[in-house]
């Protein structure tokens, strides 16, 4: 049960607290690094106050998702027109590509965006299943065995 509890804590740790506070989760940013499709998309929005937000669209197996990307990417902005930086909703839809994982195709990011080198990507995704870990182990504690 022990064991069970240090899963789920992980998973939950994961999937929804992590993005709560706005940090990507490490099993997002292993499985678009290592077993990402690339795939076209549609960048919809971009806002460049206070730091640039680019938002796109794309659709897989007729189905529609609709992504946000954070962060000031030069490759991006020299993909979109002068006359469209920074007006919020575009007047026409520019192109991009993606990557995305197949499993959840909702992760994804653009083709090229910012990515650290391997050894800090490494690094980084180590503290946090560290820190995960570390915070589970400390609320989670073995069931104690009671002598008769």
Request: proline share 5%; net charge positive.
């Amino acid at each position: 049960m022990y064991w069970l509890k240090i899963t789920a804590g992980f998973f939950i740790s994961c999937f929804f607290i992590l993005p709560f506070f706005k940090v990507e989760d490490p099993l997002r940013s292993i499985a678009l690094r290592f077993f990402s499709s690339e795939g076209q998309a549609e960048i919809y929005e971009h806002i460049c106050n206070p730091d640039r937000i680019y938002r796109y669209q794309y659709i897989l197996d007729q189905k529609e998702y609709k992504q946000r990307y954070d962060g000031y990417v030069e490759a991006l902005d020299n993909e979109i027109p002068e006359t469209l930086r920074c007006q919020n909703i575009l007047t026409q839809l520019v192109p991009i590509k993606i990557k995305y994982f197949n499993l959840f195709r909702y992760w994804s990011e653009p083709l090229n965006a910012e990515r650290l080198s391997p050894l800090l990507f490494w690094g980084v995704n180590i503290v946090k299943i560290g820190a995960i870990l570390i915070l589970i182990t400390t609320f989670v504690r073995p069931g104690s065995k009671q002598k008769k």
